[in-house]
């Protein structure tokens, strides 16, 4: 988009900051647009642009409409495609304001403080303190949260939330779309909605027609094609992330008695991820500071079908444990992963082409789920002995919270839409998962020389 001069959009990003600086008798009630804890790119939009909407109609004079990112600024060079609409349209992140910037908690003792949920309409058990401050929630999400006369709720099982959002103003107040507002909308929407294919199986009528109202008005946006390709590369571009990033960016934990373990996807081939500098040292920085004892790499790159290429790390200092979690994921039949070993820089690290590339991070957490229950249930006496990291203390004070929580999204959702003449028509995993019990595994892993779960002391970690 091309702009001169400063926007109406920029103009009150700039205006609801001033306003939360002000103190004392001048200082006014604070609306806050808070969006939901993942900050994908319709939780940003959404929570941007209902602020928007919300200053430009209210008759409340004495109140500051105040887009929230819920996540901390530091979180936001994850967003790659939120940053990247924010550049397109010319709004500088610098405008925004994050969630570790304002204590909603103050506001509320205050009695300044209303809420608008959009994109999720539950708050998080640790904002429940807030829920009487909650006046409205805008979802596309199923409704979770109990009747209160004082919310009024929209909640639709669309696409995107922008569409609702997109909806309230072109019912509303149609006047104070332009441009600028129409650009943020419909990208967001066409990415959500998987650049409106129906076989992706995202998009909904209004979605549609929604995005035809934006069109029919401004004729000049770009195709949808253009803006649907820009965000999903910047979505999954990675190259401006370091090694820390690359593995916070989409990461999921989970503890078996006191094994501790991390899997995340990073969107790279493994050769170029293995080839970074000091790799083996950033991988023991990034375990050794957040408590874990093994750490998972799947790695995802797309051929020009968009169809994905899968490899496998596992990291570990601790030869037990890393082998531990190897032997489970070669042996594995449900699904066969079908991995063969590749070259690795350092003898902690064992690397896997993935045979099975519709096996994703879904599939494979399965495995490592049954193996830790295993080590739960029948091998935490053998695995007691065996710290991984000698400064290794209380896991909760280790782990960050959006990481035990779960918050993170799976890449599963993320992927481009599957072709149609795929394998995945018949595919042998339809019918679900084969049903696998702790023992099941346990066995099969201390059928293999050497490799015995129960009564191995461990001798070898760091």
């Not at 995202?202 to 027609?209: G, I, L």
Request: net charge negative; with cysteine.
């Amino acid at each position: 988009m091309v702009r001169s001069g400063e926007g109406k959009m920029e103009a009150m990003l700039r205006d609801s900051r001033a306003a939360l600086e002000l103190h004392g008798r001048d200082a006014p009630g604070v609306h806050i647009v808070l969006g939901n804890e993942a900050c994908d790119l319709d939780s940003m939009v959404s929570a941007i642009v209902m602020a928007y909407f919300l200053t430009k109609t209210s008759l409340e004079q004495k109140t500051a409409f105040v887009p929230i990112l819920n996540i901390p600024r530091s979180e936001f060079p994850l967003r790659g495609e939120c940053t990247f609409l924010l550049r397109e349209s010319q709004l500088s992140e610098d405008l925004l304001i994050f969630r570790d910037e304002i204590d909603l908690q103050s506001l509320h003792k205050e009695g300044r403080l209303q809420l608008t949920l959009v994109d999720h309409n539950v708050l998080s058990r640790a904002d429940a303190d807030l829920e009487s401050a909650v006046t409205e929630v805008i979802d596309h999400r199923p409704l979770e949260r109990p009747f209160s006369p004082g919310c009024v709720v929209t909640c639709e099982p669309v696409g995107s939330c922008a569409t609702l959002v997109t909806e309230r103003i072109v019912q509303r107040a149609p006047n104070i779309l332009d441009k600028e507002l129409a650009f943020l909308l419909r990208s967001t929407i066409i990415l959500d909605c998987i650049n409106m294919a129906p076989a992706a199986g995202k998009v909904t009528p209004k979605d549609s027609d929604y995005v035809a109202v934006l069109d029919s008005r401004f004729h000049d946006l770009p195709p949808s094609n253009t803006v649907f390709k820009a965000l999903q590369d910047a979505k999954f571009d990675v190259s401006g992330l370091t090694t820390e990033q690359m593995l916070r960016k989409d990461l999921k934990a989970v503890f078996g008695g006191d094994l501790r373990l991390a899997i995340s996807a990073v969107f790279l081939t493994l050769e170029e991820f293995l080839a970074r500098p000091h790799v083996k040292e950033e991988l023991e920085e990034f375990c050794r500071t957040r408590g874990y004892d093994i750490l998972v790499i799947m790695t995802v790159s797309f051929n020009e079908k968009k169809e994905p290429s899968r490899q496998l790390a596992v990291y570990s200092p601790c030869n037990h444990f890393r082998e531990l979690v190897s032997c489970a994921l070669e042996k594995s039949e449900a699904p066969s992963l079908q991995l063969l070993p590749m070259y690795s820089p350092s003898s902690e690290i064992a690397a896997y082409s993935q045979g099975n590339r519709l096996a994703s991070r879904k599939k494979v957490l399965p495995i490592i789920e049954i193996l830790l229950k295993a080590v739960e249930t029948k091998g935490a006496a053998a695995m007691h002995g065996c710290q991984g990291w000698k400064e290794t203390s209380n896991i909760a004070q280790m782990v960050p919270a959006s990481c035990a929580e779960d918050i993170c999204q799976d890449e599963d959702l993320q992927l481009p839409p599957t072709p149609m003449n795929s394998l995945v028509e018949g595919c042998p995993l339809d019918g679900g998962l084969p049903k696998l019990t702790p023992e099941d595994i346990l066995e099969k892993i201390n059928q293999m020389p050497g490799k015995r779960l129960a009564g191995t002391p461990c001798s070898d970690c760091h």
